[in-house]
């Protein structure tokens, strides 16, 4: 079965911390991408890449940077974590052409900042 | 830029009964629409999708059609299960070579829940 596994389900953290969100995909797929859902608001894209060593903004990304050196591996990072960064972090991933619009995505990881 | 709207929630129905879930966009061209599932404590997997206006997407009993003139990709199901209850949300991405092909832009999620 196809999987994208996100390290961590559940983190707590302290303002300032950096904090690092590790995503894996075993699809050999092209492209990753970073979502952040919260209540309301449903999910907002923080960055993507289409390869490796490549990323490229979303709607989102101040506060923010990735790090995708390897093809399986997609990592966030929160340079120095603020309580407004608690929030549901997905990974997903997608192949070329047809089937790059069609998401597989992790099961979340729950960030909490105090 | 591209935008999805979703129904308020959270929507609750007693088993067996119709489910309409509304959903309309702004996009520019002919997006492609999705309609995603996220069961609790899980991520999101794809539940439909169509490409084209007068698609109809279908899966698991749910379904939705297209409507380029409405701006519009309701989801429907005739019926409901206590397994149904889950976050639904609705999304586009652009056309196939488009730059916004592959980058989806999500509405804000409808709960469902429903009591047996």
């Known amino acids: 079965d196809v999987k994208v596994t996100q390290s961590s389900r559940y983190l707590v953290k302290r303002t300032g911390e950096k904090v690092f969100l590790e995503c894996v995909q075993d699809m050999d797929h092209e492209n990753m991408f970073w979502y952040r859902q919260d209540p309301g608001l449903g999910l907002r894209l923080i960055y993507f890449?289409?390869?490796?060593?490549?990323?490229e903004k979303g709607d989102i990304p101040e506060g923010y940077s990735v790090s995708r050196e390897k093809k399986e591996r997609f990592s966030l990072i929160l340079e120095s974590a603020s309580t407004n960064q608690t929030s549901m972090y997905l990974c997903?991933?997608?192949?070329?052409?047809?089937?790059?619009?069609?998401?597989?995505f992790g099961a979340g990881s729950r960030l909490t900042v105090l | 830029g591209d935008s999805v709207t979703q129904m308020e929630g959270p929507v609750t129905l007693s088993e067996e009964a119709f489910l309409t879930i509304n959903c309309t966009y702004t996009a520019t061209g002919y997006p492609s629409l999705f309609w995603y599932v996220q069961y609790p404590g899980e991520g999101l997997q794809l539940l439909l999708k169509a490409t084209k206006a007068d698609d109809k997407g279908s899966n698991k009993g749910f379904e939705a059609t297209y409507r380029k003139e409405t701006t519009s990709f309701h989801l429907e199901k005739g019926s409901v299960q206590v397994s149904d209850s889950a976050v639904y949300f609705c999304a586009l991405s652009g056309p196939i070579g488009g730059t916004s092909y592959g980058k989806l832009t999500f509405g804000q999620g409808t709960i469902l829940t429903v009591h047996p």
């Open positions: 997903a991933s997608s192949g070329r052409n047809s089937g790059a619009n069609v998401l597989t």
């Open positions: 890449s289409y390869d490796v060593k490549m990323k």
